[in-house]
């Protein structure tokens, strides 16, 4: 079956530009959970949905970004006045349901944004 | 301090060699220990996940856990050019959701 897809690629934009990722998830995972990736470094958490609901979005890094999910499936990540410190890669994951126990995220391919 | 030390590297090894990759950490609460290999341009996918202490082994590879001091482990056995890539390791809490990853180290395996 499919797995996780993320669009664009990759986006190249201004400074002082908005820009919207997105992210398809596998059908049926209820879970979902945005990450960035700067160059060389590990995976820093931003939000997670269970659902179409955001329990915490304390990972996000300003009020410049938001996310939402529509129907449980498709989700989007805005930044709002994207900065060159926003260059990175976005990467999407999905699971079934999160909680007690383990349930494996699948990742996509991620987005390339790079802000000049 | 970082909740998750990794050391960035790299590491380079030649094929056939026995690899070691570590990670430290802080939160006594993390169960749940992942390690993910990631290889250029592409998203990290599981190599394999233990839950607590203890060790377990997939083919050539083998997770170690030992939570009394905060380490966890991974070794590659006979290790080939195509293990070549980034290892992540991760963990989270039993009933969490938010998963917390290492640097990550890049391995290079020279045939």
């Known amino acids: 079956g499919a797995g996780v897809s993320q669009s664009p690629s990759n986006k190249v934009t201004e400074k002082g530009k908005d820009v919207e990722l997105r992210c398809d998830p596998i059908?049926?995972?209820?879970?979902l959970y945005w990450y960035r990736q700067r160059l060389g470094q590990g995976l820093e958490f931003l939000i997670y949905f269970q659902g179409n609901s955001a329990p915490d979005k304390s990972g996000l890094p300003s009020d410049r970004f938001s996310a939402e999910r529509t129907g449980g499936s498709v989700s989007t990540l805005t930044i709002q006045r994207t900065q060159q410190e926003d260059s990175a890669v976005y990467l999407c994951?999905?699971?079934?349901?999160?909680?007690?126990?383990?349930?494996?995220?699948?990742f996509g391919p991620g987005t390339r944004l790079t802000v000049l | 301090q970082k909740e998750v030390e990794q050391d960035p590297g790299p590491l380079s090894v030649p094929e056939g060699a026995i690899v070691s990759l570590n990670c430290t950490y802080s939160n006594s609460a993390f169960q749940y220990f992942m390690w993910y290999r990631q290889y250029s341009r592409k998203g990290p996918e599981l190599l394999m996940y233990t839950y607590s202490s203890g060790n377990k082994e997939d083919g050539r590879f083998t997770a170690q856990v030992d939570k009394s001091s905060k380490y966890i482990s991974l070794f590659i056995r006979d290790s080939q050019p195509s293990d070549s890539a980034t290892y992540l390791c991760a963990m989270r809490s039993a009933g969490g959701f938010k998963t917390i990853f290492g640097a990550g180290t890049r391995l290079f395996v020279k045939a």
């Open positions: 059908s049926g995972h209820t879970a």
């Open positions: 994951a999905s699971s079934f349901v999160t909680g007690s126990s383990y349930n494996e995220q699948f």
